[in-house]
């Protein structure tokens, strides 16, 4: 995951890319068989370990996800942190500070 | 005999612990919403019904998209007490792209990118309370993105 958090005025932008492949499970490799579905279905965030944006998503995001997400709140130094879970029970966490902007 | 039955425990319990949250996110996820092939089913798993047009949700996404496969969305609500934006992609293979869900601050106010399979409105349904609104921008794809 690549993350960033800017704080501008009372303002924070988050922005997060994840890498994943985001498989419908309706295309097809090389040789004509079918990629499973792998995609990523959960992603929570959270500021300081409050909840801030929850998200439940389907095959429709595309591959290697990208989202930015804006809170109030937050100060500099304060951690945001993201964690995403798949439908093949993948997971993974990361957490940024909040910087100036 | 007895290495054989320590492998196999230890593969039990790995596989029990690998399964658990598997389990959980299984339980949370929206399968009805997110499997429905038509945005009415999709709409009903979420629960949304009689929502009405609202001029207070700005729908940023270009008028023209060459590759489905990323459109890029900026969606906002004006609408007071935003709880939840849903995404939904009329004419593609499974309309709900996602939900989103705003709690502590977080605005709502997201940009991300999806898959479109063909020309089609976007529509996003706001909840906010018990009440549901709605606005729908079209996007004309020139290539199939949802592979």
Not at chain 1, 20 to 32: A, L, Q, S, V, Y
Not at chain 1, 67 to 77: D, E, R, S
Not at chain 2, 63 to 86: H, M
Request: charged share 20%.
């Amino acid at each position: 995951m690549k993350m960033r958090a800017k704080l501008k005025g009372d303002v924070t932008e988050v922005k997060v890319i994840i890498s994943h492949p985001m498989e419908t499970g309706r295309k097809k490799d090389d040789f004509g068989a079918l990629i499973p579905a792998h995609f990523i279905q959960l992603v929570t965030t959270t500021l300081n370990d409050k909840p801030l944006l929850e998200m439940q998503w389907g095959t429709g995001i595309s591959k290697n996800p990208y989202l930015t997400f804006y809170l109030k709140g937050a100060k500099v130094g304060d951690t945001i942190s993201v964690t995403w879970h798949d439908n093949l029970g993948a997971t993974a966490t990361q957490d940024v500070a909040v910087i100036q902007g | 005999m007895q290495r054989r039955n320590f492998l196999g425990l230890i593969i039990a319990i790995t596989a029990t612990a690998l399964l658990l949250p598997l389990r959980a996110v299984a339980a949370v996820w929206n399968k009805a919403a997110f499997e429905s092939s038509k945005l009415d089913e999709a709409e009903k798993g979420l629960a949304i019904n009689g929502e009405t047009t609202s001029k207070d949700i700005e729908i940023i996404a270009p008028d023209r998209a060459e590759n489905g496969a990323i459109v890029q969305l900026e969606i906002t609500s004006r609408i007071p007490n935003t709880e939840a934006i849903a995404v939904f992609v009329e004419k593609n293979p499974t309309a709900l792209i996602g939900n989103f869900m705003f709690s502590n601050g977080a605005l709502p106010q997201i940009v991300t990118r999806i898959k479109m399979a063909e020309t089609s409105d976007i529509k996003i349904i706001v909840k906010a309370g018990d009440r549901y609104f709605t606005a729908s921008k079209n996007v004309v794809v020139l290539e199939n993105g949802c592979g």
